[in-house]
């Protein structure tokens, strides 16, 4: 097992540093786990983009790839969140993980997916159970009615003008998060020849890459997100 590594820090929004998985505390994971398992880091690159785009289209990752060493990260989420991210890394290098030192690439693989799964259960799990509550209440079950009602009512107390104005805060600092990540798609369709909104468009559609809501990109679409982030055709 080779002694030498590259690490690998990704941020994608100031809001990461409050969460733990801001720069600091990535860089402090990594050199308590290489000074733990006597790995030399060689060098270091930085990313700050999104974890929608695949770790294959970030240029420090391929730079961090170029080296051709395995690449340590703080947290498995530094690579991505999507399994399928993972996987397809994991075809081009060795991954190593701070946080699970001594696991092996399918063991990573294997954490990444039951990470997916239950993010994707527990969504559906509570989506499942308010509407039941809610069939319930509308059958006239009290209790139901009850938990319904205080709910609401904790919903409406949150309604204050300082909590609007941060959720309205909130909003806007998805809409960015969202137009960075696209942003960064956008620049690689580019770079690879498209020239006009159309073609842009079909790149990002032929990517999989979808709009906020889950659709497929229009040429309209694309202007407007360019011109919301300055990216020009020049």
């Known amino acids: 097992m080779s002694k030498q590594v590259i690490a690998y820090y990704r941020v994608s929004t100031g809001a990461q540093e409050k969460s733990g ?16 398992q006597g790995w030399e880091v060689i060098a ?39 399994v399928e991210h993972v996987a397809s890394l994991m075809k ?23 990470a997916e799964q239950e993010r994707e259960f527990i969504a559906s799990r509570t989506k499942d159970a308010l509407a039941a509550l809610k069939r319930d209440a509308d059958k006239g079950d009290v209790q139901a009615m ?16 300082t909590n609007r104005a941060k959720a309205h805060e909130a909003v806007q600092a998805r809409v960015q998060t969202f137009l960075k990540s696209v942003q960064d798609h956008i620049e690689l369709c580019i770079r690879r020849g498209a020239k006009t909104l159309p073609q842009v468009a079909a790149c990002l559609n032929e990517k999989g890459i979808t709009t906020s809501r889950g659709a497929s990109w229009s040429p309209m679409q694309v202007s407007r997100v360019m011109a919301s982030t300055g990216l020009t055709f020049g």
């Open 21 to 36: 998985l801001g720069l600091k505390a990535q860089r402090d994971y990594v050199e308590a786990s290489a000074k733990s």
């Open 44 to 82: 270091e690159y930085t990313e700050t983009v999104s974890g929608t785009v695949a770790p294959l289209d970030r240029p420090e990752m391929a730079k961090a790839l170029s080296h051709n060493l395995p690449v340590l990260v703080a947290k498995v989420d530094r690579v991505s969140r999507d």
């Open 92 to 114: 081009r290098a060795e991954i190593r993980v701070a946080t699970m030192p001594h696991a092996t690439n399918f063991q990573i693989h294997l954490f990444a997916a039951l």
């Open 146 to 161: 009850e938990k319904v009602a205080n709910r609401s009512t904790a919903l409406a107390k949150g309604r204050t003008d």
